[in-house]
């Protein structure tokens, strides 16, 4: 067992296990500031040198960790045994440690605790992920990215510290096919990430906030609420794309102009293609 008093938080580790088959290791222990106490569960590289010196912190139960989930497009396991269980390793790729604490009021100060030169859970930057609101903030600097879908309300950003990103079309929690709104924006949400953690740790300046169009709304094959897909009628979808063919070209397309305003990684096009491929094989077949 280790403990440490960092800061002004109490970080004990009572368990550390490598993952099968890759290069992350998990530890399970507990924060502690002041009366209150919260579970905490890391992911981090077994190789500091393998590190990007960033951290991300979401506050959630084990059974609602979403960062593997959604970053890594992973399956339901909230306590990875194996690489697998890692999803496509996006996170893991780039070197981000992942932090899950389950009660909020501990997550500042274990935030500052990290950045102690002798940290157990170390980071140079660490940055909390939240899903209401969506947010990504930094700690050290105060720069945060504001994620906006069709069902909340407006937000815009604040000053040279701020970016708001509207995902027109798409919903809190994209569906796999309709009836359900199928838009995505969680392929841009790794480019976002990304370019965040240039910004904090380079100062490289990000994508322009505003409306981002997806591929999905850019070149649609049905009409978007925020809880529902309604698919065109055959007529429709003629009337708009001469051919499979030419809808392919137009969604490949806007993933392009994505692509270039930083909003969509370019190992991830042929993803998102793909998936506006499969939509149209589901629509089609339906009309």
């Known amino acids: 067992m280790i403990a440490a008093i960092l800061a002004v938080a109490l970080v004990t580790i009572s368990t550390r296990q490598d993952i099968f088959e890759s290069r992350y290791e998990k530890l399970s222990g507990t924060v502690r500031v002041g009366d209150v106490t919260s579970s905490l569960y890391v992911l981090q590289p077994r190789f500091a040198g393998e590190s990007n010196g960033a951290a ?3 506050v ?6 979403t960062l593997l989930r959604r970053f890594n497009r992973g399956g339901p396991n909230p306590d990875p045994e194996t690489s697998a269980d890692l999803g ?13 604490v389950d009660q909020p009021a501990v ?9 102690a030169p002798d940290a157990v859970v170390a980071a140079k930057h660490v940055y909390e992920w939240t899903t209401t609101p969506r947010v990504v903030r930094d700690f050290g600097s105060g720069k945060v990215f504001y994620i906006r879908t069709a069902d909340d309300p407006a937000t815009r950003a604040a000053g040279d510290t701020s970016r708001a990103y ?3 079309g798409a919903s809190a929690d994209p569906g796999r096919l ?3 709104n199928t838009v995505d924006y969680w392929w841009s949400m790794r480019a976002l990430l990304l370019r965040f953690h240039r910004w904090v740790s380079g100062g490289a300046e990000p994508p322009q906030d505003g409306d981002v169009l997806l591929p999905e709304v850019a070149v649609p094959l049905a009409t978007y609420t925020p809880s529902s897909a309604t698919p065109f009628t055959r007529d429709e979808i003629r009337q708009r794309y001469p051919s499979h063919d030419d809808y392919l070209a137009k969604i490949r397309a806007s993933a392009d102009a994505l692509i270039r305003r930083g909003l969509l990684l370019y190992d991830d096009e042929d993803k998102v293609v793909q998936h506006a491929d499969d939509l149209w094989d589901v629509i089609t077949r339906a009309r």
């Not at 997550?107 to 950045?115: E, F, W």
């Open 60 to 65: 959630a139960d084990e059974a609602h960790r």
């Open 178 to 180: 309709p009836p359900d």
């Open 107 to 115: 997550v500042a100060d274990l935030a500052a605790s990290m950045r």
């Open 166 to 168: 509207h995902f027109v």
């Open 88 to 100: 496509d390793g996006f996170l893991m790729k780039f070197g981000f440690t992942l932090v899950w």
């Open 56 to 58: 991300l912190i979401e």
